[in-house]
């Protein structure tokens, strides 16, 4: 083989190398940012891994909310209308937070398939919606109702 073909067959496997490195560090990196969106019905089933950072939404459950006189500390319950799912939060729940109204949390679903929460999104105006909780609504037919409720189509 001639040396200068050698010396460009290395310097090509090199830049293969460092670009496959730097693509599977970059993966890695992202793997550990990524919040999945799970229904409680997902939930309830037992498809979330605990532990995983996991995003999760639906209704607030009329009459579910219970807080804590001593702490910050909130619960209370989310549905998708086939299933529900508690929600453990400690902080200042957004002004729009409400019974009724959509959500999404962000927090690790623990042993008790309560889905520790960290934080916690409300919707920001009387039409909108987080488009996750509208599709797996949609899908168990409480999309239709909660319109129904708040005189929106």
Do not use: C
């Not at 999760?56 to 909130?74: H, I, P, Q, W």
């Not at 999404?104 to 919707?123: I, T, W, Y």
């Amino acid at each position: 083989m001639n040396p200068v073909r050698k010396k460009r067959l290395i310097v090509i496997f090199a830049i293969l190398a460092g670009i496959s490195a730097t693509l599977g560090l970059g993966l890695y990196a992202m793997q550990q940012n990524i919040n999945l969106f799970y229904t409680p019905t997902e939930i309830a089933s037992g498809v979330v891994p605990q532990d995983a950072r996991i995003r999760a939404g639906g209704l607030v459950k009329e009459g579910s909310v219970k807080r804590n006189e001593d702490a910050l500390t909130v619960t209370f319950v989310v549905t998708d209308g086939d299933a529900d799912v508690t929600i453990s939060y400690r902080g200042i729940l957004p002004d729009l937070f409400r019974e009724g109204q959509g959500i999404v949390a962000l927090g690790r679903l623990n042993a008790d398939l309560v889905l520790e929460s960290d934080e916690v999104l409300a919707k920001h105006d009387e039409n909108y919606m987080p488009p996750e909780v509208g599709d797996a609504l949609a899908k168990t037919g409480m999309l239709k109702h909660y319109e129904e409720a708040q005189g929106t189509k």
